[in-house]
């Protein structure tokens, strides 16, 4: 969350995925899941600042429908910040937790060769594809009830 000033922009509050290993995360810090539990995290912490509303500035270049960035906002809106969007913008609940994944971990499981170099990352960490969508849910509780203990 930024504030515009003539002087330079201030950040207020803000998150990066990499701290999202805090919070246990064993997934890519590349993918929609994660973009979704970054922006959950920042939009905690931007509450937690008494930050209540935002406007989301995508710049002068196109953004995709469901890209990240609308899952990055979705995670500051669920976690009760207050920025105007269009629910069309949004990837599904099945693909902020990564549902799609878990499905082409599947499909991908009756090849094991393509399977494990596809996964490879998932799987050093201990993280099978299909396990997913049940980790974001962990990591996503993990989060709300870090902020939680602070109210």
Do not use: C
């Not at 669920?78 to 994944?101: F, V």
């Amino acid at each position: 969350m930024i504030e515009a000033k003539a002087t330079g922009d201030l950040v207020l509050a803000s998150a990066h995925s990499s701290e999202l290993k805090k919070y246990a995360w064993k997934g890519s810090g590349g993918n929609v899941p994660a973009a979704y539990l970054t922006g959950r995290l920042a939009g905690f912490r931007a509450k937690s600042k008494g930050i209540e509303k935002a406007v989301l500035d995508v710049g002068t270049r196109p953004v995709s429908t469901g890209s990240r960035l609308y899952a990055a906002m979705s995670g500051a809106v669920d976690s009760g910040m207050d920025i105007p969007h269009g629910e069309e913008t949004i990837p599904t609940k099945e693909r902020l937790r990564g549902e799609h994944i878990a499905a082409y971990g599947k499909l991908l499981s009756e090849k094991p060769d393509l399977y494990q170099k596809r996964f490879s990352a998932y799987l050093k960490q201990e993280l099978k594809p299909e396990d997913i969508p049940s980790h974001f849910d962990e990591v996503s509780d993990k989060i709300a009830h870090s902020f939680e203990k602070k109210a």
